[in-house]
């Protein structure tokens, strides 16, 4: 069930079985979609000599009939038309077209009418409309993430886009799968029943022929739920090596971009990040930062040792090993120096902004109570000018969505103080999350204070103490994974669409989180599957946060919701 290998398996068979050079043309969703399961190196062996984007190749005219076209695109309008024009007047030997998802009749109908010179070879289906970050974790990086978190009144054309892409994309995962899931949604939002819904009525009615799949003995389960249930997790600093190279540097389709850290080759400006091409990271990903460095230090020696070995090359046969060895060698002292470099890099920012004098009064927010001294710390913090104005920032959003209710007076002292210490801040920022985001709009028990078993659970970890200050935090989603697990996620929270109801606990589950996820929230899927308790988890989002995206996601929906009201 793992959706890289799947998404992988559709580009292999897309690429092995068009012989000759080939030209390989994109859009700009499907070349992130590629990205992240193929190489470059590996694109190469498959005899793709030129990777080009569908719009920037329709400015060109130079023919290279000596080229097999292969297209890769969104099944959208606007590919179509693109298409169209390419089809006109054909510029490559042959066209192989293949789209990630369902294809309507008209754009087939319109396609055939346009290829006059017969050079379309074949047009399939391949689901892999979704960009397979991890094995158990993907996104649709939709570029206007911030709307859902606006009523549909404001924008109704923008929100029906953002619907139409998530339904899309799930349709296509479920299709990978070979499954159609029996869907529920959480009962407070908006955005994820519209989706939960429209999501039935293509799985189920438009498109039943193509979903209709052996029937298992339990569906698999599809959750839609809704960024705002759980702020907390994307405003927190991290501490475990993924989740901290993206809030601190960030992370791009597994690429990092070090340009900004400092001086390197042009070939060396970005770096990949992912668990299926470096082992080093796979096996470090979620560790926390202190386990990272000696890790590191490890990985160093091991590379001087082969380094060392290396140097004494004495014969013709020594030299000869050497060279065979070469690439392998190079690959390692790459790999070691992009770690180093990620490392020191964050050290120094954990410095710079005493992330982990920060960080210790954000994760006493989010986990314990204790209203007076949250108060105490986030004062102290805000009068500290060594702490910059993000921070600041999070600090006083941790403490409204904790204390909104229980400390009026002193939340309207912290937003003076802010207002006063950030110049950069723009008022209204933290009123707008709770508006979004607080406790009355909220289904969950975030803070773990509603439910008796919650409390019951956060007694005892009290008792037992905490082996780690920094990552004492589990975003909200883990306690959806437990209540899964167990049978008891509560259908009057997270409603059942339609009449499919579960007969029995789910193997397979695909959590959707609108509003985006989180590499914290990834890494609890990871360590819940890992548990081996039957039911295995994929967790997806409409992009991937760290702070300071979702920052941007609030700042923008603040600014059209104004601009909408001063137009009423």
């Known amino acids: 069930m793992a959706l890289t290998s799947s998404a992988r398996d559709y580009i292999n068979r897309i690429l092995q079985d068009i012989s000759g050079m080939k030209v390989l043309i994109l859009d700009s969703q499907t070349v992130s979609i590629v990205s992240v399961v193929y190489s470059q190196s590996e694109l190469l062996q498959k005899e793709v000599f030129l990777v080009e984007l569908v719009d920037s190749i329709s400015k060109s005219s130079e023919p290279m009939s000596h080229l097999k076209a292969i297209y890769f695109l969104r099944p959208t309008s606007e590919n179509i038309q693109y298409m169209r024009r390419q089809l006109a007047s054909p510029r490559f030997g042959e066209y192989h077209l293949f789209f990630s998802n369902i294809l309507k009749d008209h754009h087939i109908h319109l396609l055939a009418d346009s290829d006059e010179q017969e050079v379309v070879q074949q047009v399939q289906e391949y689901y892999a409309d979704f960009v397979a970050i991890d094995p158990y974790h993907f996104t649709f990086h939709i570029p206007s993430n911030y709307i859902y978190m606006l009523p549909a009144v404001v924008d109704p054309s923008a929100l029906q886009r953002f619907s139409d892409r998530v339904v899309e994309g799930l349709a296509a995962v479920f299709l990978t799968l070979k499954r159609r899931p029996v869907i529920r949604y959480q009962r407070t939002s908006d955005i994820a029943k519209r989706i939960a819904h429209e999501a039935s009525k293509l799985m189920y009615q438009e498109e039943s022929g193509l979903f209709d799949f052996r029937r298992m003995e339990v569906s698999p389960l599809l959750l839609v739920i809704d960024r705002r249930d759980d702020p907390v997790t ?138 007076g001294a949250a ?49 950069k801040y723009k008022p209204g920022l933290v009123q707008f999350l709770l508006k979004q985001a607080g406790v009355d709009k909220r289904t969950g028990d975030l803070y773990g204070n509603r439910d008796l078993m919650n409390i019951a659970r956060n007694m005892a970890r009290g008792l037992k103490g905490v082996e780690n200050v920094y990552t004492q935090h589990q975003p909200l989603l883990f306690q959806i994974m437990e209540s899964i697990v167990k049978g ?75 601009s909408s009201t001063s137009v009423v």
């Open 234 to 371: 994307p405003l927190l600093n991290q501490w475990t090596y993924q989740a901290m190279v993206h809030e601190l540097i960030g992370i791009q389709d597994n690429k990092v971009d070090v340009k900004s850290i400092g001086k390197f080759p042009k070939d060396q400006e970005e770096v990949v990040l992912s668990s299926e091409q470096d082992s080093f990271f796979k096996a470090n990903m979620y560790e926390n930062f202190g386990d990272i460095g000696m890790n590191i230090k490890r990985l160093v020696d091991e590379f001087q040792q082969v380094a060392k070995s290396n140097q004494n090359i004495q014969t013709v046969e020594d030299m000869a090993k050497f060279v065979d060895n070469y690439p392998e060698y190079r690959k390692m002292h790459g790999n070691v120096t992009k770690h180093v470099t990620l490392v020191t890099e964050m050290s120094k920012i954990v410095e710079e902004r005493k992330l982990m004098s920060v960080s210790q009064t954000e994760q006493e927010l989010a986990c314990n109570g204790g209203q």
């Open 375 to 423: 108060f105490e710390a986030v004062t102290n913090l805000l009068n500290n000018e060594s702490i910059s104005d993000m921070d600041r920032l999070r600090l006083v959003m941790l403490y409204a969505l904790r204390y909104e209710k229980e400390s009026p007076v002193q939340l309207m002292q912290l937003f003076n103080k802010l207002a006063s210490r950030s110049a």
């Open 488 to 562: 008891r996620l509560r259908d009057v929270d997270y409603p059942f669409v339609g009449n499919h109801f579960q007969q029995g606990r789910p193997q397979d589950v695909i959590i959707f989180i609108v509003g985006g996820t989180t590499y914290e929230e990834s890494r609890s899927v990871a360590l819940q599957n890992a548990s081996n308790t039957g039911v295995r988890f994929i967790l997806g989002g409409s992009s991937v946060l760290n702070s300071k995206r979702f920052f941007r996601d609030l700042e923008e929906a603040q600014r059209v919701a104004r």
